[in-house]
């Protein structure tokens, strides 16, 4: 069975730095690309970015360029996304999932997500 | 804003078949079969019930169905039961990333 299983919910303030981690299982962690989907309160689903774990190729959606990184550490089959700085808008649910098909554009595995909070 | 459109809701009753639109504005979106579907209960992450337009994944109830006709993806929903009331997600491609429409809530009365 595929899962993903993300790390525990985080509060920070603004200005901290934040690594939230992602880890895959009963699949080849390797090789398929890993994503990461934004959800602020209240509203839809933003594609932040995505990478391949075999060779750590990463895309970058425009609006998240800059502001995140997405990495994968292949000996633990995991995948991170991180912040230097947070903002108060930073403040969401986020969710790794693995990306298939063609253009890796369907979402076909969702962790549980990981609730960020930054706040003063 | 979205770069898919959808309807912000749509309700209908038990048993009733109800349909959520999915409009694309890209030459992509048009001409391939790339729309995927996406239900969330809440306080759930979503999950995906149809992928290349039309297709099912294994478990996902027959009673969900895509469509496409030209610029526009369709999610039809038969039978309406009580458990399909969630938001759903429209999903396709860009260049660069994947995109998704801005969700419609189905509240089913």
């Known amino acids: 069975e595929v899962q993903l299983v993300q790390s525990g919910a985080e509060v920070k303030k603004p200005g901290e730095s934040l690594k939230i981690s992602c880890k895959g299982s009963?699949?080849?962690?390797?090789?398929?690309?890993i994503g990461w989907v934004r959800q602020k309160p209240g509203k839809g689903l933003e594609s932040m970015g995505i990478?391949?774990?075999?060779?750590?190729?990463?895309i970058y959606a425009p609006s998240f360029h800059g502001h995140v990184t997405i990495s994968v550490d292949r000996s633990i089959n995991t995948a991170y996304l991180q912040w230097s700085s947070l903002r108060a808008s930073d403040t969401a649910m986020y969710y790794c999932?693995?990306?298939?098909?063609?253009?890796?554009?369907?979402?076909?595995?969702w962790g549980q997500g990981t609730l960020v909070t930054v706040s003063s | 804003q979205s770069a898919l459109t959808q309807p912000d809701s749509v309700s209908g009753s038990p048993g009733q078949s109800i349909t959520i639109s999915c409009t694309g504005s890209?030459?992509?979106?048009?001409?391939?079969?790339?729309v995927s579907w996406y239900q969330q209960h809440p306080g759930k992450a979503p999950k995906l019930i149809i992928y290349?337009?039309?297709k099912r994944p294994s478990g996902v109830s027959h009673r969900f169905s895509g469509s496409k006709s030209g610029n526009t993806a369709s999610l039809t929903i038969s039978g309406l039961q009580t458990e399909d009331e969630a938001d759903y997600y429209c999903?396709?491609?860009?260049?660069?990333?994947?995109?998704f429409g801005g969700g419609t809530k189905l509240t089913v009365l």
């Open positions: 999932v693995r990306q298939v098909g063609t253009a890796h554009y369907l979402l076909d595995n």
């Open positions: 009963g699949y080849t962690f390797t090789t398929y690309w």
């Open positions: 990478i391949f774990p075999r060779d750590s190729d990463t």
């Open positions: 890209s030459a992509d979106f048009s001409n391939y079969d790339f």
């Open positions: 290349d337009v039309s």
């Open positions: 999903s396709s491609f860009t260049s660069s990333s994947t995109v």
